[in-house]
């Protein structure tokens, strides 16, 4: 977390990256699992959440819930574009329409939606990073509908384009962060 803070900190530089390469990058991108740590703060409480996630090129991205231990072993699925079906599990039995209020800014749904903006949208800025030895892309997407403004800042592994944390915020209030502390492609 020390990194990534150093990262915030940190002064921006010019890139020779741009949306095109990312968008290139994520559309051909094969699978991956990942562990994640997401910090929610939604207004109400502050709760951290591990979980493992798995993205699928072809079918559904899964997850499945490590932490807190009173939601361990919950699991959901997730499909389509717009993050239309969604599929909360547990032990066996599927809820269909644990729908999220407010699409893409969720523990449940977040990286889903910011796989999608990654793979499909333009980020309105782009620039460079480096903390503790180590570069990052990082983009910042923004976008406004009748529920509000919502900006997302996700740092990449500069050369690999690896995911490694992102804020997600909600008419400028930050709701998510997450952070991917193991990654692999399969």
């Known amino acids: 977390m020390a990194l990534l803070t150093a990262?915030?900190?940190?002064g921006c530089a010019g890139t020779e990256m741009d949306g095109e390469q990312v968008r290139a990058h994520f559309?051909?991108?094969?699978?991956?699992?990942?562990?994640?740590?997401?910090?929610?703060?939604?207004?109400?409480?502050?709760v951290t959440y591990q979980m493992d996630y798995a993205y699928s090129r072809e079918g559904n991205d899964s997850?499945?819930?490590?932490?807190?231990?009173?939601l361990a072993g919950i699991g959901g699925t997730i499909a389509g574009s717009e993050n239309v079906q969604f599929t909360l599990q547990y032990d066996g039995l599927s809820l269909d329409d644990a729908m999220p209020q407010r699409t893409g800014l969720t523990p449940a749904d977040g990286l889903f939606c910011l796989l999608n903006d990654l793979r499909t949208a333009e980020p309105a800025q782009i620039w460079t990073e480096s903390a503790s030895g180590v570069d990052f892309v990082v983009?910042?997407?923004?976008?406004?509908?009748?529920?509000?403004?919502?900006?997302?800042?996700?740092?990449?592994?500069?050369?690999?384009?690896?995911?490694?944390?992102?804020?997600?915020?909600?008419?400028?209030?930050?709701?998510?962060?997450?952070?991917?502390?193991?990654?692999?492609?399969?």
């Open 7 to 10: 990262a915030l900190l940190s």
């Open 27 to 46: 559309d051909a991108l094969s699978d991956f699992n990942a562990q994640v740590e997401i910090l929610s703060d939604l207004g109400e409480s502050v």
């Open 63 to 70: 997850f499945t819930i490590t932490a807190p231990e009173s």
């Open 139 to 186: 983009l910042r997407y923004e976008s406004e509908d009748e529920d509000g403004a919502v900006a997302k800042q996700v740092w990449l592994a500069d050369g690999t384009l690896q995911p490694a944390y992102a804020e997600l915020f909600a008419d400028g209030t930050r709701v998510l962060a997450i952070t991917v502390t193991a990654y692999t492609e399969t």
